[in-house]
């Protein structure tokens, strides 16, 4: 199961479409290539949900969780950098992945998987969902990430609209408030990375 990141959903009349993909024609806004620009910067994993009893054993155990993420000007790639406090322990990983549309409906493409990304207000740049396995209704799971570690009610409410769509509500929602020890990993690679910026444009420099 992709996601390896608690509250009882209560949702309203089942809101259940034929496709997933339709789920972005009941959010406001739209991430495309002029758009996904605004998902530059880290991204705190604050809310997840999964169809699949094992993949809610495995969210249970999420501590704290954030990803950093850096599209290319094209539009088309995306370099993530991901950081997960399970156990007390940090889980960091460097992933390339690449940006498809399809039928109007943005993906990200993750060891030949295809991850469906979903705006969540019309404010792209607070909040944002992914959702694993969105042809499989026994696998398929939604993580809500927002630029702050905590959820506002607003986002709680807009969060059932997806829920719902994609066949998940009723299922439980888990929110991540834990102890982040991925603290001091993210710094060294941030660190890192502007050494390596600032070396590539030394370079460029004429001498």
């Known amino acids: 199961m992709a996601l390896v990141w608690a509250i009882i959903v209560l949702s309203s009349l089942p809101l259940l479409l034929a496709q997933p993909q339709d789920c972005a024609s009941r959010l406001p806004g739209a991430i495309d290539s002029s758009t996904v620009g605004k998902l530059k910067g880290k991204w705190y994993l604050t809310a997840s949900a999964d169809a699949s009893s094992s993949g809610q054993e495995l969210i249970s155990l999420i501590q704290a969780a954030y990803i950093f993420l850096y599209p290319n000007p094209a539009g088309n790639k995306i370099t993530t950098r991901t950081y997960t406090t399970m156990r007390s322990t940090c889980i960091h990983n460097l992933n390339h992945l690449s940006i498809q549309r399809i039928n109007n409906t943005t993906f990200w493409t993750e060891r030949e998987l295809l991850n469906l990304l979903l ?4 404010n792209l740049e ?11 209704k026994q696998h398929r799971g939604l993580v809500l990430y927002g630029r702050k570690p905590t959820v506002s009610k607003e986002q709680r409410e807009a969060l059932q609209v997806p829920l719902n769509c994609l066949g998940l509500q009723g299922q439980e929602v888990y929110y991540t408030q834990g102890q982040d ?5 993210a710094k060294e690679d941030e660190d890192r990375e502007k050494e390596e910026r600032g070396t590539t444009e030394t370079d460029k420099v004429p001498r």
């Open 119 to 122: 705006p969540l207000t019309a």
């Open 126 to 136: 607070e909040n944002f969902v992914l959702v694993f396995s969105p042809d499989s």
């Open 181 to 185: 020890e991925c603290k001091k990993q």
